[in-house]
């Protein structure tokens, strides 16, 4: 049975950009469900905290004042986007997701805003459009925790050093294009979380000095440990929504998935243009169904950090992360966790195994097994490499993976030619 015309008939961009308001609906209708009296003094306490990682929102301010800040967060980039009139792509997604997830973990308003200021005036300084920097710009909170921590986390909070964190923002956001493109090289593309690798040498630059200077970040481990329902719900609701998407006004929408599923997933692979609209959003529920239940089968909780965790997958099923190409980096995530003696039902654990499908590119152009390898590496770089820049990057697990694909590309290209000769 075929569908009337006018429902086969494409959305345009701005349409379709536009849904995520229902999202962010969602996300504010679940917010006030809570009726905690508290909520808006602790968004305000929220958006003044040094944010550095490992800050739970759900367990430091609570559960309603997190999923406020994830909605306003959600409203302003999409506003954002809107007035620049941008194009549907792949990465659209992977950086509203994205962001949306890491509002439960380390990014809030005060903190994004002066990096989007310093990618505006990058676009100037280089006589481009902002639209043309704009998603790299929103990405580029993985260093907000250096803006927070310098207006908020040294023990002394003025108009000076709120000032001062908002010119550091500011030169930070306009630093990040030029230095990702250029660092895109050293891994070739086989790292989705580019901007992790970079703003985790821009903060170990960062904490290099400040510690100099006399100024150390302290880090924390603040985490929510318990099972709200709500925080479910949200996560299901939402893979639900992706799931509607990607089935409304589409005859077949399942057969234009292989184009994704045949993708290696190395970047720049948009799924957008390789599977289309109805596609891509069918295969983010699928890659957000595998990480919640993930989350569950490994004896979890759904917390912040997690949430984080499932929404970045979520947002990179529509740039470069599919099944099959995810699926061999979790295994090889898993079998490390537990040969290294880490408890698997830890949080940290969870996070690091779901953030290792960062590598997603590598099992998909060199195979099953050496996806495998590389989760299996990507636990053993990412429970190091925090401790050089006191966790003052949010993408820990970008700039572990970085590392990695830069290691294991030349070591595969060595044993394939070993192989030919």
């Keep these: 049975m075929s569908l009337p015309k006018n429902l086969t008939k494409p959305w345009s961009s701005q349409a379709r950009l536009s849904l995520l308001f229902v999202w962010a609906a969602l996300t504010l209708i679940i917010a006030f469900s809570y009726q905690d009296p508290t909520m808006w003094s602790s968004f305000i306490k929220l958006n003044l905290s040094p944010a550095i990682l490992l800050t ?22 999409v506003l954002i986007l809107l007035t620049l009139k941008m194009q549907l792509s792949g990465l659209l997604y992977a950086a509203i997701f994205t962001v949306y997830g890491f509002s439960f973990l380390g990014m809030n308003t005060l903190n994004l805003l002066p990096i989007y200021l310093g990618g ?17 710009s929103i990405i580029a909170g993985t260093v907000g925790p250096i803006i927070s921590h310098v207006m908020f986390g040294y023990g002394v909070t003025s108009v000076f050093t709120i ?21 895109l090289k050293f891994h070739d593309g086989f790292n989705l979380y580019n901007v992790g690798f970079t703003g ?9 000095i400040a510690r100099r200077l006399g100024f150390e970040a302290v880090r924390v481990r603040i985490i929510y440990e318990q099972h709200d329902v709500r925080l479910l719900i949200l996560t299901v609701v939402s893979i639900l929504f992706f799931f509607i998407i990607g089935l409304l006004f589409e005859e077949r929408p399942f057969n234009h998935l292989k184009g994704i599923f045949k993708s290696s997933g190395r970047a720049i692979s948009d799924f957008v243009v390789l599977g289309g609209f109805h596609a891509t959003h069918l295969n983010m529920a699928l890659v957000g169904v595998m990480s919640t239940v993930l989350v569950f089968m490994l004896g979890g909780v759904l917390n912040g950090l997690t949430l984080a965790g499932i929404f970045t997958i979520i947002g990179f099923g529509a740039f470069g ?8 980096v979790i295994l090889g995530a898993i079998i490390s ?21 960062t590598l997603a590119p590598i099992a998909g152009v060199y195979g099953f097994g050496w996806g495998m390898v590389a989760g299996f590496l990507h636990i053993f770089i990412v429970n190091h490499v925090g401790m050089f820049y006191s966790g003052l990057n949010l993408y820990n697990n970008g700039f572990a993976g970085g590392l990695g694909a830069g290691f294991l590309i030349i070591l595969i290209s060595l044993v ?6």
């Excluded at 001062?164 to 493109?181: D, E, K, Q």
């Excluded at 966790?337 to 499908?357: E, H, R």
């Design 321 to 328: 992360k599919h099944p099959k190409n995810i699926f061999p």
């Design 56 to 77: 739970d929102y759900v367990e430091a301010f609570g559960a309603s004042a997190s999923l406020l800040n994830a909605g306003v967060v959600l409203i302003i980039n």
């Design 120 to 136: 505006f005036l990058y676009a100037k300084y280089m006589k481009l459009e902002f639209k043309a920097v704009v998603l790299i």
């Design 337 to 357: 966790t537990v040969l290294t003696g880490l408890p698997l039902s830890s949080t940290t654990s969870i996070l690091s195994i779901m953030f290792a499908t």
């Design 163 to 183: 000032v001062l964190g908002s010119v550091v923002g500011i030169v930070l956001g306009f630093l990040v294009t030029p230095l990702g493109r250029h660092y």
């Design 416 to 421: 394939q030619k070993e192989k030919t000769s």
């Design 200 to 208: 985790g040498l821009i903060a170990i630059l960062y904490d290099a």
